[in-house]
T-cell receptor
Framework: GENVEQHPSTLSVQEGDSAVIKCTYS??????FPWYKQELGKRPQLIID???NVGEKKDQRIAVTLNKTAKHFSLHITETQPEDSAVYFC??????????????WGAGTKLIIKP | DVKVTQSSRYLVKRTGEKVFLECVQD?????MFWYRQDPGLGLRLIYF???????EKGDIPEGYSVSREKKERFSLILESASTNQTSMYLC?????????????FGSGTRLTVV
């Protein structure tokens, strides 16, 4: 089955600097890689995702890159702001029962933005 | 917007009580999931369901059971609550044949067993 590893577990960056969170996965059949943000006391919410036919995707200050050969993908946040402080989860898709899919999650990264 | 609603935000129960956590989604999603979230341990899958009356064990099913009698509702049951089940419980739902929209999570139920 799929296994997703996420690093680092905690990341502290100065406001305005960039932050990078990395994930690796084991199942070469995985084809969908979302990132979720969970602010304190709130539900995880999808912030960006990427599919296996794309190498990079950007949405304003956040971007995700995917290297299928190496089986790793990364979240990049530029010009970090206090509201970026949260726990970030990566995930990779895994198929079951032929045509159904579920997500396998990384352990999460607590991002702290220092003022 | 897809909405996933968990019946209680906070719950306090006594050891040995039978506890029901309810989750309802309104977008006709096939898949529903129950996770437990503890500090530093990420999202751990307890059970999931891909159809009415169908269920599959996740990574930590011990001490839990589930029920899915209707497509929109997925219940997590703690048959005899114990203090080590004190945690945040998150429900999620998704389409079955596509992850186009990822998962949608409920707001969570913080359960304290005393």
């Amino acid at each position: 089955g799929e296994n997703v590893e996420q690093h680092p577990s905690t990341l502290s960056v100065q406001e305005g600097d960039s932050a990078v969170i990395k994930c690796t996965y084991s199942d070469s059949a995985s084809n969908y890689f979302p990132w979720y943000k969970q602010e304190l006391g709130k539900r995880p919410q999808l912030i960006i995702d990427i599919r296996s036919n794309v190498g990079e995707k950007k949405d304003q200050r956040i971007a995700v890159t995917l290297n299928k050969t190496a089986k790793h993908f990364s979240l990049h946040i530029t010009e970090t702001q206090p509201e970026d402080s949260a726990v970030y989860f990566c995930a990779a898709s895994m198929s079951f029962m032929d045509s159904n899919y579920q997500l396998i999650w990384g352990a999460g990264t607590k991002l702290i933005i220092k003022p | 917007d897809v909405k996933v609603t968990q019946s209680s935000r906070y719950l306090v129960k006594r050891t040995g009580e039978k506890v029901f956590l309810e989750c309802v989604q309104d977008m006709d999603h096939e898949n529903m999931f129950w996770y437990r979230q503890d500090p530093g341990l990420g999202l751990r899958l307890i059970y999931f369901s891909y159809d009415v009356k169908m269920k599959e064990k996740g990574d930590i099913p011990e001490g839990y059971s589930v029920s899915r009698e209707k497509k929109e509702r997925f219940s997590l049951i703690l048959e005899s609550a114990s203090t080590n089940q004190t945690s945040m419980y998150l429900c999620a739902s998704s389409l079955g044949n596509s992850l186009q929209y990822g998962y949608t999570f409920g707001s969570g139920t913080r359960l304290t067993v005393v």
